[in-house]
């Protein structure tokens, strides 16, 4: 059994990590907070804005095709990967980065066999993932995190919309962690380009008036789109991450609490044991004196 002096030390040693767990917790909690807000918030206009355009378009030719939505045989593909710029947050890198690769070898692994298939990296996490592997990483976004605003998500947007339109590659990936509570969140997989207009048959088909033309607004409408789309999925990426990192402190914290019982049940045993060993030696003693 290990020395009294050992085991008050590691005591001690649980106690100060219990400490930092639980801030961690608490400070990860504040954070969710407003990050789950801002998720709420974006995805009723996002997807307000999908209705929109998915009812301009109903207007449009089944054959249309313009910049952002042009189908086109795959050849290079953009994997757009977002994990976190920090860890203690449990297997929430591991497994968006697994998912992506897994995604690879499910849908390109031709392509990825002869290098066509490469990674555009939001978060230190992925781009440390990507590293290790054959997969080259053709830029990354990692200063995204220390100031999420939709002006600067915008510059990663643009970036995307740019190799698309110069036909650098011919489809592009989001792979991401989607927030659903604090507890859950699940690993997706989106076509970010190109861009299905989702043109729909109908019988009684709306009758607008649009100025300047259909053409005109889809072109302006479109741009918008992939943009909020980004943005929201880096922001879902950022709650689950507060979310995650809040549930693995909180099973620190608990275990922390755990082992700080045991410690001490086996510091009292030991220190139980040393007392009954002194009692036995002065006893013992005083017997050999009365001989």
Known sequence: MAGLKDIRNRI???KSTRQITSAMKMVSAAKLKKAQDRVIQIRPYATKLKEVLTEVSSSLDKNHAGIFNENRK???VLIVLMASNRGLCGAF???ICKKSIQHIKDNYSALAENNKVKFYCIGKKAVDFIKKTEFEIIDTGNEIFDDLKFANTNIIAGKLMKHFKDKTFDKIDIVYNSFK???VHDQKVETFLP???EIEERANPSEYIFEPGVDKIIEEMIPKSLK????RSILDSNAAEHGARMTAM???TDNASELIKDLTLMYNKARQAAITSE???ITSGAEALKG
């Open 12 to 14: 001690t040693s649980v």
């Open 195 to 197: 861009m299905s207009l």
């Open 181 to 183: 509570n604090a507890a």
């Open 93 to 95: 890198n591991s497994n």
């Open 279 to 281: 009692i036995l030696e």
């Open 228 to 231: 909020i789309q980004l943005f």
């Open 74 to 76: 795959t050849e290079n």
């Open 250 to 252: 909180h099973q620190a």
